[in-house]
């Protein structure tokens, strides 16, 4: 990201400007995070669940009650591995039928599971780090039609990390490829062992790097889990995806703002005050206060 350009994500804040404004008389979350399971067929070092209950799964009944109380526009299927799921098929019929747009994070191992609902995606990611690190093949699916890739940067990824990565953009359909840095890990240690022009890709690339800023401590009101909640696999619902304590790589319950079983919760505003040591959407959090407070100092100097 070019230095002074607005995130993607304050971007699209502007789109649902007035539902911003109104927050506190109609809240109805705009989109919902599912961590469907804890389930998962890799054991990768940097992910967080490795000190996790790997059995937590949402009960179907108690999900399909949540988002039809919900009713959010859009909804994201994470996991573990989402495709592993008993229920995915349903799910998606469900979703589908009700006219929520569906957007799916896969490692894509399990993707034959779910191939005849593929086509009702709206989109789908795929995490190449196991095809990467160990070098093997990755097949394409042909739907749905916006599909793309995320690696994530570690301390253990391949020397030749930029070579692999442009072979593989080079092979396959998807429009791109995104790079992130494993959050847990400090950035200099991961720089140690390679080249000064790894994360320098041709403007032009389908492979993009997110620019690594570091968590900053926010304490103040937070709308994230208004606009964008995350229903983990335990059943309770949090703010966002990044309430995990970075040492050791468990989520803090006590972020939790209410449960799979109570889900107009999060249709009656509350002024939570959040106090989190990593907060990776201050910037959303402060754009927001910003704009509602509407406190612009010599707004006649532009």
């Known amino acids: 990201m070019i230095k002074g350009e607005l995130r993607s994500n304050i971007k699209k804040l502007w ?8 927050i506190e008389k ?8 599912l961590h469907l399971t804890n389930k998962c067929n890799l054991n990768c070092d940097f992910c967080y669940l490795r000190n996790m209950d790997r059995t937590h799964e949402l009960d179907y009944s108690k999900l399909r009650n949540f988002i039809s109380v919900i009713k959010p526009k859009s909804v994201q299927l994470t996991g573990g591995e989402p495709c592993l799921y008993l229920y995915i098929k349903d799910l998606i019929n469900f ?11 896969t490692n894509g191992m399990y993707l034959r599971n779910i191939r005849n609902h593929l086509w009702m995606l709206d989109w789908l990611r795929v995490s ?6 160990n070098d093997e093949e990755f097949v ?4 749905p039609k916006k599909l793309g890739y995320c690696y994530i940067k570690h301390k253990n990824s391949p020397k030749d990390l930029k070579e692999r990565l442009i ?8 429009s791109y490829l995104k790079v992130e840095i494993d959050r847990f890990s400090h950035p200099q240690m991961l720089m140690t062992t390679d080249s000064p022009d790894l994360f320098m890709f041709h403007p032009k690339s389908k492979i993009t790097v997110q620019e690594f800023s570091t968590p900053k401590d926010y304490k103040g009101k937070c709308y994230t889990g208004y606009l964008k909640p995350y229903l983990d696999g335990d059943g309770l619902v949090y703010p966002c995806w990044c309430t995990v304590d970075p040492k050791i790589r468990i989520r803090d319950k006590s972020k939790a703002i209410t449960d799979i079983d109570h889900p107009s919760n999060l249709l009656i505003y509350q002024d939570i005050i959040m106090d989190c040591k990593r907060c990776v959407f201050q910037d959303r959090n402060e754009f927001i206060n910003y704009i509602k407070e509407k406190k612009v100092e010599d707004e006649d100097f532009l």
């Open 15 to 22: 789109r649902h400007l007035s539902y911003i404004l109104n």
């Open 26 to 33: 109609e809240t109805r979350p705009i989109s919902l995070s």
């Open 95 to 105: 979703l589908g039928f009700n006219g929520i747009k569906i957007g799916m994070f």
């Open 128 to 133: 190449i780090n196991s095809y990467i690190d």
């Open 140 to 143: 394409d699916p042909s739907n």
């Open 167 to 174: 072979r593989f953009m080079d092979n396959h359909r998807g």
